[in-house]
């Protein structure tokens, strides 16, 4: 259609614009939060160009409701200001159908932002952060102390004094086995254990069995029956924000056969997907507010866009912290922000000039 045509020329310049200008200052925001440590830890210019340059994806990402936010809003203010709307209502075609473009946009955006985050967003995050991490001389710790961690379905418990990662050793090791009823197998108990590329090694082991309702404690020589990755056992330093969809949904179920708490992990997975549908969301309140501003169309449409960034984040932030403490379910916490503002968006757009 003509119009269709002609309303996403109109979108599109404004658009690339916006989306230039917002995520060049979510850039500047994360340089200059870092820019004193970087000083003084005499980072070389180049290495913060790189640092800067690898969280530009992630720019774009945070940059892309609020942009398309801001282009529609200006875009239709625009042709309301300058009579074009009164004329296409005048035609006869519906609001919401001569709007149906920018609808499209919006849910293209959702379905690309979703990959885009995937396969660019998390490789170029993961080495910025790597990079400032080495430069400001945060690695973390990988090694961990009293270990509890349940695997094969509950029916194996280790009990670990102390992870060495570098070495790959279990220091004071006990080693709990039981029966799909919970009922005790064995229970385990070694000085320490070495990774052997592809068992643990147990030394100075004992093992406590019952024969014939009698406790049995004798040497365990067998050393070739746990074969539970090193990694589990390392101290949960995992970002899931650093992870692809399909990994973070593969950190859950680890973290629930390990026994580990996911509480966090899961919201974060969830977010992932309800983060996808901001901009179709966004695209659905600019329509309702596109046709309110006559004048001063380009100060009211970016009042009005930073206005929504902001309740939206602060909501976001709000909910996913109370998931991550578990007061919420999961669930609730990533989607509640998007089921609100779907609201919103549906109720002001009855009120939408026609």
Request: charged share 15%; aromatic share 14%; net charge neutral.
């Amino acid at each position: 259609m003509i119009l269709d045509r002609y309303l996403t020329r109109q979108f599109l310049p404004i658009f690339a614009v916006a989306i230039s200008m917002f995520a060049f200052v979510l850039s500047l925001i994360d340089l200059f939060a870092n820019l004193a440590r970087y000083l003084n830890y005499e980072v070389p210019v180049k290495t913060i160009m790189q640092i800067c340059f690898f969280y530009l994806p992630k720019s774009f990402s945070y940059a892309l409701p609020i942009s398309l936010l801001f282009a529609a809003a200006y875009t239709l203010g625009d042709l309301y200001a300058k009579n074009e709307l009164t004329i296409i209502f005048s035609s006869g075609i519906p609001f919401w159908r001569f709007s149906m473009s920018l609808v499209l946009i919006g849910l293209l955006s959702s379905v690309l932002s979703f990959y885009f985050d995937d396969l660019v967003v998390i490789p170029t995050l993961k080495i910025k952060n790597n990079l400032s991490r080495r430069v400001l001389h945060q690695l973390r710790p990988e090694n961990n102390s009293d270990v509890v961690i349940k695997a094969r379905n509950g029916q194996l418990i280790y009990s670990v004094d102390y992870y060495d990662h570098v070495n790959l050793i279990l220091n004071g090791v006990s080693i709990i086995e039981v029966d799909p009823n919970g009922e005790l197998i064995s229970h385990i108990r070694a000085q320490s254990a070495a990774w052997n590329e592809t068992y643990w090694e147990l030394r100075n082991a004992v093992i406590y069995q019952y024969e014939n309702e009698m406790l049995r404690i004798r040497p365990y020589t067998e050393s070739t029956s746990y074969r539970e990755h090193p990694d589990i056992f390392r101290r949960n330093a995992v970002n899931v924000e650093e992870l692809s969809a399909r990994d973070a949904g593969l950190l859950v179920s680890d973290l629930k056969a390990a026994g580990l708490p996911t509480v966090e992990a899961l919201a974060n997975y969830y977010h992932r997907f309800s983060f996808a549908v901001a901009p179709f969301i966004v695209m659905v309140l600019s329509i309702s507010m596109g046709g309110r501003f006559r004048k001063n169309i380009l100060l009211m449409s970016l009042f009005a866009s930073l206005s929504v960034a902001v309740v939206f984040y602060i909501m976001e932030m709000i909910s996913m912290t109370m998931a991550g403490l578990g007061y919420i379910h999961p669930f609730i916490g990533a989607w509640f922000p998007i089921i609100s503002f779907i609201v919103i968006g549906l109720f002001m757009l009855q009120g939408a000039k026609t």
